[in-house]
């Protein structure tokens, strides 16, 4: 067991501002976000903030009322918080690893529970898996992220991306699925055998197919199932 002195702890724990990107990893768990103006961020993500910081949810008027009644239906993992002002605020989803990326003018699609902040320039839109609803808990609702600027999604672990291409399509479990190119457009298809050996209702028996050029990107833990936080 490694002991520590308080200074030695406040050292190693301190704030650090390596760059002077509105958005900055913290630690592989925690994001900062340097605010001048507006950002958004997953509902309840707020661990602390400085300055003068106003949050509220998303409302109305942001988005539009289709876009509003989908987060509404969606549960916590798909609803979004306004940040507002002049100051610094840090976010966290339940110790899950914070992967940072810049869209240059890509579009993707991210797992509504994954999806922690985004620049105020970034488009967003709730998309609805109707095929699937009532059936599955996780990976219904998800966020498609598109223009330029920088995005924030979290992960249980490491995530792993996966090539997709017509000749090799891709298979994953829809709680273990993170993020895909804005490109696809994935279906779903089950597995009764799978299922059966399994002993599951759910889960394996119930894939997301990804088919066409583009990736997949997924964790090594379903999003349902992880009980401790994410490294």
Known sequence: MSIRTIDDFLAGSGQRDATQEPFELENPHLLEVR?????WAKAGSMVAYTGGVKFRREGVLEQGL?????????????????MEGQGRVWLADGGKKVNLLRLQGESLFV???DVLAFEDGIENRIT???KVAGMLAGGLFNIRLSGHGLIAIGSHYE???LKVSPRRPVYTDPNATVAWSGGLAPDFVTD???GSLIGRTSGESLQM????????VVQPCEEGGATRAGR
């Open 35 to 39: 605010l001048r103006g507006v950002a």
């Open 66 to 82: 289709g876009n509003l009644l989908k987060k509404t239906v969606s549960g916590e993992g798909a609803q979004l918080m306004k």
């Open 111 to 113: 797992n509504g529970n």
């Open 128 to 130: 609805l898996m109707r």
């Open 159 to 161: 995530p792993l991306t």
């Open 192 to 194: 009764i055998t799978l």
């Open 209 to 216: 197919k990804f088919e066409g050029e583009g990736w997949v």
